[in-house]
């Protein structure tokens, strides 16, 4: 227990808080919700928030903090260790219960595995291995050579996260997520009871399990009372970002409030493809008695004032909404602007130029951002930029877990901690020429049933092409499940297995060589093999190979985005594409109110990414890709319904190309001149 510090070192701990955020610091014990608005502070905020807690003799043991990324809850650790530095004699506290949602789960479900059913071995499940678990039950199924097209494995999955996380019915997530489906009710329910029985037989659980096995266990008095007991305080960042199953979660934690704070801001709600609901921001000061205290921060630290009055204007029509007005003391002449242009290439040109002009200005490349509402929106300027030579880098890209060659390492050290998990051992030993699904299958079911799987594969007869090096593998796999190297160094055996492997199998095996010495590199961080399982599938590293489309040899480069993958992110300048109506919002969400919404909160966050420089991009005519009745073709476009006329003079309306100046001329070669431009109009 650290030793509550006096009122004067607080103070002037909190200095360089502005009252609001002071105001949510000092806060008591009842339920908070903070509203923040984009650049705002929110970290900062929350940061300081823990440390005055801690700083008035709170446990950090006794603290939990839910965020949505490990690096989210890392940064917290770091910042609020700096802030309590200031203060004399206090050591650096560590938050042993800091983490994701999945995480924590995690954690708390090791924990409490046997008395909820489940067995304390169990393995995780990335999406891709679920991916191939709902396949293979697809298949078994006899679902896979129907002669109508049945939705592929990984439509299948989605249907049933969906219905995980947004505690839905199926025949409501068939009818407003995926209507393509409907037909195939009766036999994706049927699917869905096969798959968790898979699970439950193979003693592995996928991402939703997490949520849902927690969410269930707090429906538990005894346990929800004794989980609840051990934290006096449950903060949650981003909380616009969670669905049914985390609200449920953080209410059979606390169900009065006591010690609830929870930040976010619901103008941001932008994933709801993922299941997340913004009724659990909007609804959750009712959800107490007397209602959770709502504080807002106002004050934006990261944009011009004209950026931040357009903004505003955009996220103003929402229907429904926290009332707030962001401001700023960054004064500029300078607003954002409309720019019109002919057509996607029009566009793309445009948008080198002032790039370019940008890096003359002192801007780095890094520094400047292209947004878009769909990855596909982005295939002209990429175009376009290889054609200039300017480097960029495009997210998301291929990820560091997605990668052959590490799922293929992992996989193996998936499967000799659980011999049940059968997806992950269909991908080892199908790593062996000569053994495909037949011949994997009758070895995994024999293994199974082993008490050590190195005896029972040693027994099986290899196929030819595989027996010079089934001798070396059995012996790798007995070791392993011997434990006989510890942890990490079994990694280094697990590699030198591999890398023949990866040699016959990928031109590139030098950069795949490097990223499995990174692998083994951040194994050595973990203290057990479990351990660094359950962290790395729930957060993956980004990737280091080539394969990622990182420009390697350049020091700068562009930074070209989705919307959903800019969230919480900030550039100097920002370009967003396609800013008309079938692009934001697109074409393909505006089948009801709500998610016309979230498109324009969509547009909301884009243009909040910018500094100083914010242009939207107005193309007359756009690409449309793979429509149903037409096919592929040029549509006409109007400036998106998110700016209607009236919210006009927050923006510098201007077009490219600029027209050309004109010389001086008489009345008479003037007229001629306009007539030769109005002659070649009608031809262009």
Request: charged content about 25%; hydrophobic content about 45%; glycine content about 6%.
């Amino acid at each position: 227990m650290i030793p509550a510090a006096g009122p004067a070192a607080l103070d002037a701990l909190f200095a360089t808080l502005n009252p609001q955020q002071r105001a949510a610091v000092e806060h008591g014990d009842g339920p908070l919700l903070v509203i923040a608005g984009a650049g705002s502070g929110k970290t900062a905020t929350l940061a300081h928030r823990v440390a005055r807690l801690v700083a008035d003799g709170t446990d950090p043991g006794r603290l939990l903090l839910l965020t949505f990324s490990r690096r989210a809850a890392a940064e917290m650790g770091r910042r609020v260790e700096r802030i309590l530095a200031r203060l004399p004699g206090r050591h650096r506290p560590s938050l042993p219960w800091s983490g994701t949602f999945h995480g924590i789960g995690a954690r708390l479900l090791r924990e409490q595995a046997e008395r909820i059913g489940l067995a304390p071995g169990f393995t995780i499940l990335d999406r891709e291995d679920a991916a191939d678990l709902m396949g293979l039950v697809r298949h078994e199924l006899g679902l896979s050579g129907r002669d109508s097209r049945f939705p592929l494995k990984a439509t299948c999955l989605a249907v049933y996260s969906r219905a995980v996380n947004a505690e839905a019915a199926l025949e409501q997530v068939l009818d407003q997520a995926f209507p393509w489906c409907r037909t195939w009710e009766a036999e994706l329910r049927a699917l869905f009871g096969a798959y968790v029985e898979a699970k439950q037989r193979q003693q592995v659980l996928d991402y939703d399990d997490l949520l849902l096995y927690w969410a269930q266990m707090m429906l538990e008095p005894e346990i929800a009372e004794e989980i609840g007991r051990r934290f006096d305080h449950v903060l949650v960042d981003e909380y616009q970002d969670t669905n049914r199953l985390q609200a449920a979660i953080l209410a059979g934690l606390k169900p009065d409030g006591r010690g609830v704070t929870v930040v976010g801001d619901d103008a941001q709600a932008i994933y709801s493809f993922r299941a997340a609901t913004n009724r659990n921001i909007l609804d959750f000061p009712g959800l107490y008695r007397p209602p959770a205290r709502v504080l807002t921060l106002e004050r934006n630290y990261r944009s011009t004032g004209p950026i931040l009055a357009a903004s505003n204007a955009v996220i103003g029509l929402a229907a429904e909404r926290y009332a707030k007005e962001l401001w700023s003391d960054r004064a500029s002449a300078e607003r954002p602007q409309l720019v019109t242009v002919r057509d996607d290439a029009d566009q793309a040109r445009s948008i080198v130029e002032r790039i370019l002009a940008h890096r003359e200005a002192g801007v780095p490349l890094k520094e400047q951002a292209v947004l878009f509402r769909t990855a596909h929106h982005s295939g002209m300027l990429e175009v376009e930029l290889v054609r200039r030579n300017i480097p960029f880098v495009k997210f998301g890209g291929l990820k560091f877990l997605d990668s052959r060659h590490v799922k293929d390492l992992l996989a193996l050290l998936r499967w000799i901690e659980n011999p049940r998990d059968r997806v992950a051992g269909f991908r080892v030993l199908q790593i062996l020429p000569g053994i495909g699904p037949g011949i994997a299958g009758r070895m995994l079911d024999r293994v199974a049933e082993a008490f050590d799987p190195a005896m029972a594969l040693a027994a099986a007869a290899p196929p030819p092409r595989t027996a010079g090096l089934w001798a070396p593998f059995v012996e790798m796999v007995g070791r392993l499940h011997r434990r006989a190297a510890g942890w990490p160094a079994e990694m280094a055996d697990i590699r030198a297995w591999y890398e023949p492997h990866l040699a016959e199998q990928h031109e590139d095996a030098a950069a795949r060589a490097a990223d499995l010495v990174q692998l083994e590199q951040i194994a050595a961080a973990y203290p057990s093999r479990e351990r660094f399982l359950t962290e790395l599938t729930l957060d993956p590293p980004g990737a280091t190979s080539d394969e990622a489309g990182v420009p390697l040899l350049d020091e700068d480069y562009l930074i070209l985005s989705t919307i959903h993958s800019a969230k919480g992110q900030e550039w100097t300048a920002v370009f967003v594409l396609n800013v008309v109506d079938g692009c934001i919002p697109s074409d393909m969400a505006t089948g009801s109110a709500a998610e016309i919404e979230e498109e324009r909160r969509l547009l909301y966050v884009a243009m909040t990414r910018a500094r100083d420089h914010l242009a939207l991009m107005l193309p007359h005519r756009f690409y449309t890709h793979q429509q149903a009745a037409a096919g592929d073709r040029y549509v006409h476009a109007a400036r998106t319904r998110f700016i209607p006329p009236g919210l006009l003079p927050l923006f510098e309306e201007t077009a490219w190309p600029p027209p050309p100046a004109r010389p001086a001329l008489g009345a008479s070669n003037q007229r001629a001149v306009d007539i030769a431009a109005r002659l070649r109009a009608i031809w262009r």
